[in-house]
């Protein structure tokens, strides 16, 4: 921001800690443990930094807000809810070689 790039910065928030989450959902069960998080209002954080900031909650608005972003000549933050499972892929399970990736 200090140096006038236009940075974009996309947060995808499922409030919680995903990839911890998404390891004891698919490995132990679904016995989560210390991942929801309460977070503060990043849009209103951004905004504080003088960057133009924007929290899609809605997939019927995601598009039009990630136009906007690209359109934007200046920095812009976007945040998009997701789901509270939404799982992250590849990945790679601990102990495991490259030929054990996981797809889903």
């Known amino acids: 921001f200090q ?3 236009a940075v974009k ?3 995808f928030n499922n409030d919680y800690l995903g990839m911890v989450r998404q390891w ?3 490995f132990f069960d679904k016995r989560y443990a210390s991942t929801e998080m309460t977070n503060p209002d990043f849009v209103m ?3 504080g930094y003088g960057i ?3 929290k899609v909650s809605e997939r019927k608005d995601l598009a039009g807000a990630i136009e906007e ?3 934007s000549k200046d920095s812009y933050f976007l945040e ?3 789901e509270m499972e939404e ?3 590849p990945m790679i399970p601990t102990g495991s070689s490259v030929s054990d990736i996981r797809l889903k």
Do not use: C, D, S, W
């Open 80 to 82: 998009v809810a997701v």
């Open 69 to 71: 972003m690209i359109a």
């Open 24 to 26: 004891q959902q698919l």
């Open 45 to 47: 954080i951004a905004q």
């Open 52 to 54: 133009k900031a924007r």
């Open 9 to 11: 910065i996309v947060v």
């Open 3 to 5: 140096t006038g790039a």
């Open 87 to 89: 799982n992250v892929f």
